[in-house]
C-alpha cells in the first residue's frame, strides 16, 4: 500500500483488520518531513505507526492521544520555534529518530525498530532513505510543505508541486521488491498530490508501478467532490479541472486498474470507465473500526471484479 498520513493511516487500519497485518507492506510518503528544534520529524510514517498501535490522536488526526505540552510552552515562553506543535508524548519517538540517523543509520532501518519495539507486524517503509522534500509554488510564493500546510494554514492557492531531491531519490530497501512480489498494490485515500505524489516522484517506484504484474487499486480521498479534511479537493479544483472521480482517476493514469469511489460520486462511474479503470462503488467515510475494515474490504474485492 501507498500511504500518506491520516487518510493513509485510517485506511491502513482497516487494511491489516482485514487480512493478516503480517503480510501487509505499507510504503509511506516522505516528503513532508521535516526538522523541529534540533529533532527529525516524519509526520506521515509516525501517523501510521501511531494509527497501528492505536495511539493516535483521532480528533486531531495528528500525533498522540492523551497528549501534553509542557516542553513546546517551555519553548515559546523562551522565545523558541513553536509553530509546529511536538508534544510530551511524542517527542521520545523524534529523539530516538534523530539519535539513530546522527549516527549513521537510514531511516529505514530505524524505522523497522520502531515498528519492531511497537510490537506491530505490517512491515512500513518509507519511500525513500533520501532527502526528498515537497514544495509548493503559490501565487504568494514558494514553500515546503509544512510552511504552506500548518504554518500558513494551506491558505495559499497551489499552482505547482515540485519534489525536491526526487532526481537522486532512490526507493528504500525493500520498496521495489515489495511491489514486485505483492498479489495487490493498494493507493490509500490519500491527496494524490502531496501524499502520493512525492512516492511517485521517485522515478523506480513509479516505474515498478507502470510495469506491475498485479492490480493496483486506487481509493478516492473525496466524498461528494469534497475532501473529509485537508485541501485535497482544491488542489484538485485548481490543478486537475475538477473534484469528480475521473479527476481522480487521472492523477494515477496508467498506475491504476480501479477506483474506489463513494456512494456520493457514483454519478461520475463513467467518465472513469472510459479512462479504463474500472470503479468500485461503496461508502468511503471511515468514522469507525467497521466502516475502516468495510473499506479495505471492497477495494480488495475489486480484484475479483478486474
Known amino acids: 500500500m501507498l500511504s500518506g498520513g491520516v487518510g493513509g493511516a485510517r485506511f491502513l487500519r482497516g487494511l491489516v483488520d482485514a487480512v493478516d497485518p503480517a503480510a501487509v507492506t505499507a510504503v509511506v510518503n516522505v516528503g513532508d518531513d521535516l526538522e523541529v528544534l534540533g529533532l527529525s520529524v516524519s509526520p506521515d510514517l509516525d501517523s501510521v505507526l501511531y494509527a497501528l498501535v492505536e495511539l493516535g490522536d483521532e480528533e486531531r488526526g495528528w500525533g498522540r492521544?492523551?497528549?501534553?505540552?509542557?516542553a513546546l510552552a517551555t519553548v515559546e515562553s523562551l522565545g523558541g520555534e513553536a509553530w509546529f506543535r511536538l508534544g510530551d508524548r511524542d517527542l521520545g519517538l523524534h529523539l530516538v529518530?534523530?539519535?539513530?540517523?546522527?549516527?549513521g543509520e537510514r531511516l529505514s532501518a530505524v524505522t523497522a525498530r520502531l515498528t519492531a519495539a511497537l510490537g506491530l507486524e505490517t512491515t512500513i517503509l518509507p519511500a525513500t532513505d533520501e532527502t526528498l522534500r515537497t514544495w509548493l509554488d503559490t501565487p504568494n510564493g514558494s514553500f515546503d510543505f509544512q510552511q504552506w500546510f500548518v504554518a500558513r494554514a494551506h491558505r495559499d492557492p497551489v499552482d505547482r508541486v515540485r519534489f525536491e531531491g526526487a532526481a537522486d531519490a532512490r526507493p528504500a530497501p525493500g520498496v521495489l521488491e515489495a511491489l514486485h512480489d505483492a498479489e495487490l498494490i493498494l493507493i490509500a485515500p490519500s491527496n494524490p498530490f502531496v501524499s502520493i505524489g512525492p512516492i511517485l516522484a521517485v522515478e523506480r517506484i513509479r516505474a515498478a508501478l507502470e510495469r506491475r504484474r498485479v492490480p493496483c487499486v486506487a481509493v478516492s480521498p473525496l466524498i461528494g467532490g469534497a475532501a473529509v479534511k485537508g485541501p485535497a479537493a482544491s488542489m484538485l479544483q485548481r490543478l486537475e479541472g475538477g473534484t469528480t472521480p475521473a479527476h481522480?482517476?487521472?492523477?494515477?493514469?496508467?498506475?491504476?486498474?480501479?477506483?474506489?469511489l463513494d456512494e456520493a460520486d457514483a454519478e461520475g462511474t463513467d467518465a472513469v470507465a472510459a479512462l479504463g479503470v474500472r470503479p468500485i462503488v461503496t461508502?468511503?467515510?471511515m468514522r469507525d473500526a467497521a466502516?475502516?475494515?468495510?473499506?479495505?474490504?471492497?477495494?480488495?474485492d475489486a480484484v475479483a471484479l478486474a
Do not use: F, I, M, P
Open 65 to 70: 492521544a492523551d497528549e501534553s505540552w509542557n
Open 97 to 103: 529518530r534523530t539519535q539513530a540517523l546522527r549516527a
Open 248 to 260: 481522480v482517476a487521472h492523477c494515477y493514469a496508467g498506475l491504476v486498474d480501479a477506483l474506489v
Open 283 to 285: 461508502k468511503t467515510l
Open 291 to 300: 466502516a475502516r475494515r468495510a473499506l479495505a474490504e471492497a477495494a480488495l
